[in-house]
């Protein structure tokens, strides 16, 4: 009898000719795989592409669709979730990657994984648990840190080193990724997230088409989709004159303009401001609960301490969920007769 043929070697040697042939230079090649528990490679799927379909088959994945972007556990159909979020931003960063030749498969993971640890209730949320944590635990909460946890720890999914990088490194401050399809989900996230929250801000009564800033939004566009491929051509024009990822002098600073108006208008104005103290008042509620109460946690993922226990659980929570958790703990109930 003669042996089957080695299928996965065959496989990742016509995608590495593929690669040599259509990539550029600056794109991180699919092969070799870095993983921290070495895995022999699919035969139908590159390295990157396993990493895709393990994030969007985990729990976490799936709990972003009842997660806040900006407006808190919204009633209408057509609010982004931090579910559509992800999709937006990596349906964009791969259309970057492709005009740029980079590898789609890796942006494509990074895009879809670099928001699987953020907390229920949006940034708000991520505010108060890195302040009661830091109270309380000395450990401050950063949801790109803890992205990266819950594929690690919570999830085990095992992932290729790049991915990891660019989930972790997606938010500033983190430093700078080390591939160039990491770079690009960073700056997109940025489009991306500018550019539907004024759509939802508009669809809330929040904003007027009108108070927009009339510079910006003369460079920019009129409308959400014009203003997004003015920053995807700007975007792939100037990163393939600087072989980095970079946005140009004036798009780049109308962005960032238009950034600061939204935090100034949405993101910290009356309306959000009027969220705040009740998105504190529920999950400060619940982190003092549970730091108490530890017999109301799941059972600890292996070396978790106490502080793991509480902000792992709070963290994947989704908004209704905390908010259904909330209620039963500090709302009375009624006695039944």
Known sequence: MTAPPDTTSAFAAAQQAREAAWLSPLAMPSYPARRAS?????????????????????KAFRRLKHKTQVFVAPEGDHYRTRLTHTLEVTGISRTVARALRLNEDLTEAIGLGHDVGHPPFGHIGEDVLDRAGRERFGRHFRHNEHSLRVVDVLERLNLTEPVRDGILR??????????????????????????????????????????????????????????????????????????????????????YALRSFMFERVYLGPRARAEHAKIERVL??????YCTHPEDLPEPVPGADEADRVIDYLAGMTDRFAIRAWTVRFVPQGLAL
């Open 284 to 289: 400060r509620g619940l982190f003092e609960w």
């Open 38 to 58: 070495e895995e022999v490679d699919s035969g139908v799927r590159t390295p990157f592409q396993r990493d895709r379909d393990r994030i969007v088959h985990c």
């Open 170 to 255: 997606h938010s500033s401050g983190a430093g700078e990724p080390a591939t160039l399809e990491g770079k690009i989900v960073r700056l997109v996230d940025r489009i991306a997230y500018i550019n539907h929250d004024i759509d939802d801000a508009v669809r809330a009564g929040v904003l007027h088409p009108g108070d927009l800033p009339v510079d910006e939004i003369a460079i920019l566009g009129p409308t959400g989709p014009a203003r997004i491929d003015t920053l995807v051509n700007d975007l792939v024009e100037h990163s393939e004159q600087a072989g980095d990822i970079a946005q140009g002098k004036s798009v780049g600073r109308a962005m």
